[in-house]
């Protein structure tokens, strides 16, 4: 007996109902990357490993899906070499290729490789799957899309600006209400220096970053774990509940960091991107938000992030400035700033929240019932036509009973149908159906196409 079918642990097949929905989700964030001058680039689904090791820490190394080399592959190991399974050694040489982990690595390899062809600043879009060898669980996945756009060769602010344009503008297409936050590096620097452990920055804000999953108490508990003081803790105290308008917010962290060198830079860039954010009106709510961290190790200047007003689902949106993107591939300081929208999660928000379109659908619009020769010369045509008018339709293949035809276009969720039999054609006219309300209505070719536009 053959073994029944299946897919690898941690992919997913997805139907043409769920694809027309998450296109939906793609080409919404598409064509506002486009809008803001972004060209669209893709890179191999495999890059070499020597592209991809040590880029993403070791734990991140562990997930690199490799592949093997094609051929031989055991060829250059000896015998001796595979009894000691040093799997370390073996993997260098069985496999040369893995598939990439990311889209900034590639985006980066692309950037250094390209440099000489490419006008700076550079703006790129990437709408790619990613694999990670990561343990499957609800939500994570080991083949998953990311949605990026980034650009690269510029310090300006206004590149922030339009980020967060970007940002309000996808969700207001998507008709999800959300709230952007927005922080800055030097900032939180500039808060660790002041309370007088600049060198533990990274685990003051991985602490901090926990605030909304664990609460105050518990943040306290975790700084307390990696050596922060009392004293200290009570001076960080006004900051982590620092609230009011952005300007209160501001006149406060100006007393608080205004003397350190890295604080009083943040401070400038934030006030800027305000200010340049105070021109504009935006449909969602925008606030500087000091416990947000998002991976401190690679950000250097601004931090966003996107969470759902509607409901409880965690980071839809992140990203922010990186002062140094290249320079794991030999070209320095080509600074850059970029946004990654989580289109799975983003998927999950819209159809709990069953804000997908009616019109978001696969298939046809339109079907033809097919009653035999005759009939389907007299629809032939007619069918043509309403495909050059830019509308879905499709005849159903064989003279079928008419159950049958109906039954399929139910299952496909096809709004309307055409009948044309004998009185039909005398008349020249076809009868379309609306299959929800079952309305019927005579008309005329021209007729017809303007009903179903």
Not at 18 to 24: Q, V
Not at 31 to 59: I, R
Not at 91 to 117: M, W
Not at 422 to 435: G, Q, S, Y
Request: hydrophobic share 40%; glycine share 8%; aromatic share 10%.
């Amino acid at each position: 007996m053959a073994n029944k079918p299946s897919i690898p642990k941690g992919t997913r097949d997805f139907s043409p109902e769920i694809l027309a929905k998450r296109n939906y989700i793609f080409d919404t964030i598409k064509d506002v990357f486009k809008k803001f001058s972004y060209k669209q680039l893709e890179t191999p689904a495999m890059e070499n490993l020597s592209t991809l090791t040590g880029k993403y820490g070791e734990e991140g190394d562990k997930l690199l899906f490799k592949i093997l080399n094609s051929g031989d592959f055991l060829k250059k190991v000896s015998d001796e070499e595979l009894q000691k399974r040093n799997t370390v050694k073996l993997i260098n040489k069985v496999s040369e290729k893995g598939l990439r982990y990311d889209l900034t690595v590639p985006f980066a390899r692309y950037v250094v490789q390209h440099q000489n062809e490419i006008t700076f600043p550079f703006k790129r879009f990437q709408i790619q799957p990613v694999w990670r060898a990561d343990r499957p669980q609800k939500g994570r996945y080991r083949e998953f899309y990311q949605c990026d756009a980034d650009i690269v060769g510029s310090n300006s602010l206004i590149n922030e600006l339009e980020i967060v344009q970007m940002i309000d503008e996808v969700f207001t297409k998507l008709n999800l209400k959300v709230t952007i936050k927005i922080n800055n590096r030097k900032l939180l620097a500039g808060i660790a220096e002041r309370i007088g452990y600049p060198e533990k920055l990274i685990d003051i804000t991985v602490a901090i970053d926990k605030m909304d999953k664990i609460g105050l108490e518990k943040v306290y508990e975790e700084l307390k774990l990696v050596g922060i003081s009392e004293d200290a803790i009570q001076l960080l105290e006004p900051i982590l509940n620092l609230g009011g308008s952005f300007k209160d917010q501001l006149q406060c962290l100006e007393r608080f960091i205004g003397e350190t060198e890295t604080g009083v830079e943040g401070i400038v860039e934030i006030e800027k991107l305000f200010s340049y954010l105070d021109m504009f009106k935006f449909n969602n709510n925008i606030q500087l938000d000091l416990t947000l961290a998002r991976g401190l190790n690679y950000y250097t200047g601004a931090i966003f992030e996107v969470v759902s007003d509607e409901m409880q689902m965690g980071s839809i949106c992140g990203g922010g400035r990186y002062d140094d993107l290249t320079g794991i591939f030999g070209l320095k300081d080509v600074s850059g700033v970029g946004i990654s929208f989580g289109a799975d999660r983003i998927y999950d928000v819209i159809e709990n929240l069953n804000r997908f379109p009616s019109d978001t659908r696969a298939g046809a619009k339109v079907m033809f019932v097919n009653f035999g020769e005759k009939e389907e010369k007299y629809c032939l045509p007619m069918l043509q036509k309403l495909r050059a008018n830019g509308i879905n339709a499709e005849i159903f293949p064989d003279a079928s009973k008419m159950k049958k035809q109906m039954k399929y276009a139910n299952s496909n969720k096809i709004p309307y149908v055409v009948l044309a039999g004998d009185n039909e054609i005398a008349e020249n006219k076809f009868t379309l159906k609306n299959m929800q309300s079952g309305e019927q209505q005579l008309l005329t070719a021209d007729e017809m196409i303007d009903a179903l536009l």
